[in-house]
């Protein structure tokens, strides 16, 4: 690993990281409540952002920026005191979004998602024995991502939002992580040697297999 590749890497981590402690202090109520505002619309208004720089037209993307600034100016007031509401609209926006990702392959023509990407990593024929085990591997994490998104609406609901912000910012991160790891273990105790994928093999995997699906999404017309 090269040295800018390693800075890169910590850039991220620290970004990540500062993410985290401002979506706990907007989501709990502290701080400048437009700065929290601020920080929790950004990640939508660089989705629309992306999605107006691939519109062909100039006067086309113009006018979306111009209708994006009235929309915010509008609702600023409301999002101002709806600090909370954002940041689980997003929470469980990435959650469904997963959970349909790696759901869906589970059902119709097609194989599912972790059984595509264990193609990817081993030469064929893939054994029957993974390809059963890939599969169920995509249940518990399709699982995972619909029952987080169940345990945050209802803390969002019942509980205060410190406690729900505990959850959603502070805990989604290790969860994921503890899953990747019950996953992991799960795979020296149902496959043999030669049918276990290193950690950093998954991970390509799955970029390319996301690379490939939204390149797919792209070329629709």
């Not at 939508?44 to 107006?52: D, E, K, N, S, T």
């Not at 979004?97 to 392959?105: E, H, I, P, T, Y």
Request: glycine residues 8%; contains cysteine; hydrophobic residues 55%.
């Amino acid at each position: 690993m090269t040295e800018s590749s390693v800075l890169r890497n910590l850039g991220v981590l620290l970004l990540m990281v500062a993410w985290v402690v401002a979506a706990h202090v907007g989501s709990s109520g502290w701080g400048n409540a437009s700065f929290n505002a601020a920080v929790a619309v950004l990640p939508i208004v660089a989705a629309l952002a992306m999605a107006l720089w691939r519109v062909p037209q100039w006067m086309l993307r113009a006018g979306g920026v111009l209708a994006l600034c009235a929309l915010l100016a509008w609702l600023w007031p409301r999002l101002r005191h709806n600090v909370p509401l954002m940041y689980y609209l997003q929470h469980l926006g990435i959650h469904i979004a997963l959970g349909v990702f790696f759901g869906k392959s589970l059902f119709g023509p097609g194989e599912a998602v972790i059984t595509r990407m264990a193609r990817r990593i081993f030469p064929p024929p893939l054994s029957e024995r993974n390809v059963r085990y890939t599969r169920g591997a995509t249940l518990a994490w399709t699982l995972f991502f619909f029952g987080n998104a169940l345990v945050s609406t209802g803390l969002f609901i019942w509980a205060s939002p410190e406690v729900w912000s505990i959850h959603a910012n502070l805990l989604t991160g290790p969860l994921v992580g503890l899953m990747f790891l019950a996953e992991y273990l799960m795979r020296f105790w149902l496959l043999p040697p030669d049918e276990r994928p290193g950690i950093s093999a998954v991970i390509k995997a799955y970029r390319r297999e996301s690379a490939q699906r939204n390149g797919t999404k792209a070329s629709k017309p």
